[in-house]
């Protein structure tokens, strides 16, 4: 695993065997405010006082860390991320130390990294961290809210396609709650149409960095 610095100042991580880094080059912060916080928290923190967020790939932490930076004033957010592989704390460390603007919460990583039950990182953020692969993980065994918001943030369908199958796919929706979101920086053309054939309306705002476009996904009906 290399730490690679991008283009607005903040680092990504390069995975070595899948060949893939885990942001944008062109700007890690930058790529994870436009497609989770600005597209994905601020599309809906304004309709709700408590929000159910589903993260799948906790990866560096930096989704669930803007989350905080960027929640509305009074609202609360439950937040459960999913990761089948959590980096260790000391490069988590390394990471964020060449970042020239850090999150304001970064204090809070140790102790989200280790949250394996829901955790009050503050009095308005609970989070807990799953450590378990999407696809084995069985949703009902855990409790969970119906989800008004869901960060997909998986590798890439070209290196790791089973993440984005539609029974996969199925398996997240069926754990959203009506007119949730569900929000990637993937566009692919199979993936939005797997979203459409699960009920879902799709808005495809541009993407960040020159990037094409995103996806942003409303849940309109279950599919049974």
Request: net charge negative; charged share 20%; hydrophobic share 40%.
């Amino acid at each position: 695993m290399q730490i690679i610095a991008t283009s607005d100042g903040s680092n990504t991580l390069f995975h070595e065997s899948l060949d893939e880094t885990y942001h944008s080059v062109h700007g890690a912060l930058g790529e994870s405010l436009h497609v989770y916080i600005n597209n994905g928290l601020r599309r809906i923190s304004p309709q709700l006082k408590s929000i159910n967020i589903l993260e799948i790939g906790f990866g560096t932490g930096l989704n669930a860390l803007l989350s905080i930076d960027h929640q509305a004033p009074d609202t609360i957010i439950n937040y459960y991320s999913i990761e089948a592989y959590p980096l260790s704390e000391e490069l988590l460390n390394n990471y964020y130390q060449g970042f020239s603007e850090k999150p304001k919460c970064l204090a809070a990583l140790p102790k989200m990294i280790h949250a394996q039950s829901m955790q009050s990182i503050n009095e308005h953020f609970n989070f807990k961290l799953i450590e378990s692969k999407l696809e084995d993980l069985q949703m009902e065994k855990y409790n969970f809210p119906a989800f008004d918001l869901v960060y997909f943030d998986a590798f890439a369908p070209s290196k790791q396609a089973e993440m984005w199958t539609f029974e996969i796919l199925k398996k997240v929706s069926d754990s959203m709650a009506e007119n949730g979101l569900f929000v990637t920086y993937c566009s692919q053309g199979q993936f939005k149409r797997n979203l459409k054939e699960l009920g879902f309306e799709i808005d495809c705002p541009p993407g960040p960095f020159g990037k094409r476009e995103i996806t942003v996904a409303k849940k309109i009906k279950a599919i049974v």
